[in-house]
């Protein structure tokens, strides 16, 4: 009975590199990126609504420009400042819009400064439907008092993603290969802890890439709500002649009954402690000159006058 024997343990790494150089390029024309390796970022999307898509070469077809329009892949974000007549009405009416476009509400937040009610809704809405959206909620301001959108193309870094994943997913099939014909424990700890390694990297590629094509799917848009009111108007409208008065009144009684708290605590207190001292102190005097610790002052007898 033959017994199988194991590889060399510098025989199986020479293989594990030569393995992975293999997977890397099984890759096909994918762009091959080290991993680990940052995504490149790109700058703001120069794709014009109402001008001619981006190009390649030097004849581009109108069919060619539409294709690249719809392959590419870009995230929308956007801020509102609406001023509307009724904000609670104004949001209700807002979300029945955008869930008909298949948008939802992602956070809102609604505050109250006296009788004026703020609110601020974040929005996702459909990328393919995202002017519609837009369009809904200007609707509903009786004038839109800010606006700015921004578009990013993220189509290079979707498909280095994509690349990416490639070649670590044929890195990992090589690898579990390499672990099958392995029979030393240390040859298979090396080989198990570069998979933990290449899969992990696999997770966060792809948690990466769901979210960048979440965010091109649907774009964002934030909107705030308000009342904007004339200052001279909300004046005139809160100030009340007859509320004056009563508030006047008011203030008067206030004072009065004060002073009149003032000589009732003085009459009841403050009038007796005084008698009393008072009392008090010419008895003592009367005291202190019979024994005569206290005299009685004598006025300076004046000189005789003298005879011319």
């Keep these: 009975m033959r017994t199988r024997r194991s590889l060399p343990a510098r025989p199986l790494v020479g293989l594990l590199l030569v393995a992975l150089a293999v997977a890397a390029c099984a890759g096909g024309a994918a762009q ?35 294709a690249v329009r719809d392959d590419a892949k870009i995230i929308r974000t956007g801020q509102l400042q609406l001023q509307v007549a009724d904000v609670a009405g104004a949001t209700a009416r807002a979300r029945a819009a955008i869930a008909a476009i298949g948008g939802y509400i992602g956070s809102s937040q609604i505050s109250r ?27 509903l301001a009786t004038e839109v008092l800010y606006e700015q959108t921004d578009a990013i193309e993220v189509t290079s870094q979707i498909v280095d993603l994509d690349a990416r994943i490639t070649n670590l997913r044929a890195s ?22 570069r998979l933990t390694d290449v899969r992990g990297e696999i997770e966060r590629l792809v948690a990466q890439k769901t979210g960048l094509e979440d965010q091109v ?9 308000g009342v904007d009111v004339i200052a001279v108007t909300a004046a005139v409208e809160r100030w009340d002649a007859a509320d004056e008065v009563d508030r006047a009144t008011a203030s008067l009684v206030d004072v009065l009954q004060g002073l009149a708290s003032a000589g009732i605590w003085f009459g009841i207190v403050w009038l007796p402690i005084l008698v009393t001292l008072t009392v008090f102190g010419v008895v ?25």
């Design 113 to 139: 400064e006296g009788d004026d009610i703020f609110a601020t809704v974040t929005y996702r809405i459909p990328s393919d439907r995202w002017d519609e959206g837009l369009e809904a909620l200007r609707a």
């Design 32 to 66: 091959l990126v080290p991993i680990g390796a940052p995504v490149p970022e790109q700058g703001r999307d120069s794709f014009v609504e109402d001008g001619a898509g981006p190009t390649v070469g030097g004849d581009t077809t109108a069919d060619d420009t539409t």
């Design 217 to 225: 799917g649907y774009g964002t848009l934030t909107v705030a709500y």
């Design 172 to 193: 990992e099939r090589a690898l579990q290969a390499i672990a099958a014909e392995a029979t030393r424990i240390s040859d298979v700890l090396e080989v198990q802890a």
């Design 284 to 308: 003592l005097l009367v005291v202190l000159r019979r024994i005569g610790i206290v005299r009685r002052r004598t006025p300076v007898d004046a000189p005789a006058p003298t005879e011319p």
